[in-house]
C-alpha cells in the first residue's frame, strides 16, 4: 500500500515538474519578442545609435563622414524587431542592425 503511494506521490510530482517546464517555457518565449514596435525610429535616432556603437569600437571603425546608403528596412521577430540600416562612412559601408532598445550590431565590407 505505502510503495503504491510513492508511486502516485512520485507520478505526481513529475508531471508537475513537466508543467512547471512548459509554463517556463512558455513565459521565455512569450518575453522574448520585444513587443516594441521601433519601425518609427527617426533617422536622428537610428544615426545617435549607429555613431555610438562606431565610437564604441576599435579603431577600424570611424564616424567621421557618416551618411545612409539607402532606406532602413524593419524587421519584426521572435528574438526582437531590428531595424537593418545600410550606411558608410571615411572607413567603408556597412550593415547596422539595430534592436528597439537602441542595441546595434555591425557587419562592415557590404
Given at each position: 500500500?505505502?510503495?503504491?503511494?510513492?508511486?502516485?506521490?512520485?507520478?505526481?510530482?513529475?508531471?508537475?515538474?513537466?508543467?512547471l517546464?512548459?509554463?517556463?517555457?512558455?513565459?521565455?518565449?512569450?518575453?522574448?519578442?520585444?513587443?516594441?514596435?521601433?519601425?518609427?525610429?527617426t533617422?536622428?535616432?537610428?544615426?545617435?545609435?549607429?555613431?555610438?556603437?562606431?565610437?564604441?569600437?576599435?579603431?577600424?571603425?570611424?564616424?567621421?563622414?557618416?551618411?545612409?546608403?539607402?532606406?532602413?528596412?524593419?524587421?519584426?521577430?521572435?528574438?526582437?524587431?531590428?531595424?537593418?540600416?545600410?550606411?558608410?562612412?571615411?572607413?567603408?559601408?556597412?550593415?547596422?542592425?539595430?534592436?528597439?532598445?537602441?542595441?546595434?550590431?555591425?557587419?562592415?565590407?557590404?
Open positions: 500500500m505505502k510503495i503504491a503511494r510513492l508511486g502516485v506521490m512520485a507520478l505526481s510530482l513529475g508531471a508537475i515538474a513537466v508543467l517546464v512548459i509554463a517556463i517555457g512558455v513565459v521565455q518565449l512569450s518575453l522574448s519578442n520585444s513587443g516594441q514596435n521601433c519601425s518609427e525610429m533617422l536622428s535616432e537610428q544615426r545617435r545609435y549607429i555613431i555610438q556603437k562606431l565610437n564604441e569600437m576599435s579603431e577600424n571603425y570611424e564616424a567621421s563622414g557618416f551618411s545612409f546608403t539607402g532606406p532602413s528596412r524593419y524587421d519584426p521577430g521572435r528574438a526582437g524587431d531590428i531595424l537593418t540600416v545600410p550606411f558608410r562612412t571615411n572607413s567603408g559601408k556597412y550593415l547596422a542592425l539595430i534592436g528597439c532598445d537602441g542595441s546595434v550590431e555591425l557587419s562592415k565590407g557590404l
